[in-house]
């Protein structure tokens, strides 16, 4: 586990255990049944703080996790707990933030793939129907090589495009695929769902999240070898 407490990480061993292990009664289950609905609902109340709705318009990951801890700190659960809740919403945010960028570009790279024969209305994943079949190839092979510049380069360009209105020395086909790659992307674009039926949630097994008034750590951790398997 990532907790402990100065020198105890040298004489103790937290780890995690199997609910599985042991005998967990109904009343125990309920309160990790608890623990668990006060977690989601403060991940869920984290993620609505700093959801990004268009990362074009920046997702600085400093200035995300500050407004976290400002949430962290408001909130009631015990604080180990708020913090892993602060830990996973801000994994999901980053992780969520950075696939939004690197779809654009992706989609950007293979702007010429054409769909298969099947498909009798789309002739490409992502040219615009209505300029399908005006678009040309010199210009398809020009937005891929845009495609190999540095990422922060292609960012620069998509937010010019769309969201400045403007063309960038691209023609009109060209900037219409741009907009039609970032409308794709943003369409699968959601706030992260932690309610969700199957939704995991990490309750670390440290003392520090056991409330008792000994101050004796030996007598708060909890041992492997006292759990029989």
């Given at each position: 586990m990532a907790y402990?407490?100065?020198?105890?990480?040298?004489?103790?061993?937290?780890?995690?255990?199997?609910?599985?292990?042991?005998?967990?009664?109904?009343?125990?289950?309920?309160?990790?049944?608890?623990?668990?609905?006060?977690?989601?609902?403060?991940?869920?109340?984290?993620?609505?703080?700093?959801?990004?709705?268009e990362p074009l318009r920046g997702c600085d990951r400093v200035k995300i996790d500050k407004n976290l801890q400002k949430v962290q700190s408001q909130s009631e659960l015990n604080s180990i707990y708020a913090q892993c809740c602060r830990i996973s919403v801000l994994s999901a945010i980053n992780e969520q933030n950075s696939r939004y960028l690197k779809n654009l570009v992706g989609r950007l790279k293979n702007v010429s793939d054409r769909v298969p024969q099947a498909d009798s209305e789309r002739k490409y994943f992502y040219v615009?129907?209505?300029?399908?079949?005006?678009?040309?190839?010199?210009?398809?092979?020009?937005?891929?090589?845009?495609?190999?510049?540095?990422?922060?380069?292609?960012?620069?360009?998509?937010?010019?495009?769309?969201?400045?209105?403007?063309?960038?020395?691209?023609?009109?086909?060209?900037?219409?695929?741009?907009?039609?790659?970032?409308?794709?992307?943003?369409?699968?674009?959601?706030?992260?769902?932690?309610?969700?039926?199957?939704?995991?949630?990490?309750l670390p097994l440290h003392y520090q999240c056991l409330p008792t008034a000994d101050r004796n750590i030996s007598k708060r951790t909890l041992r492997t070898r006292e759990i029989s398997p």
């Open positions: 402990g407490n100065g020198n105890s990480r040298d004489t103790h061993e937290s780890r995690a255990i199997p609910l599985a292990v042991g005998n967990i009664t109904s009343f125990k289950r309920g309160e990790l049944a608890t623990l668990r609905s006060a977690c989601i609902q403060l991940r869920t109340d984290m993620v609505k703080a700093v959801f990004v709705a615009p129907v209505p300029i399908q079949d005006a678009i040309t190839q010199d210009e398809l092979a020009g937005l891929e090589k845009l495609g190999t510049q540095k990422f922060s380069k292609i960012i620069a360009l998509f937010a010019s495009v769309v969201l400045n209105k403007r063309n960038c020395k691209l023609t009109s086909n060209q900037a219409d695929t741009i907009r039609e790659i970032h409308r794709q992307v943003q369409a699968k674009h959601e706030i992260p769902d932690f309610n969700k039926p199957d939704s995991i949630v990490s």
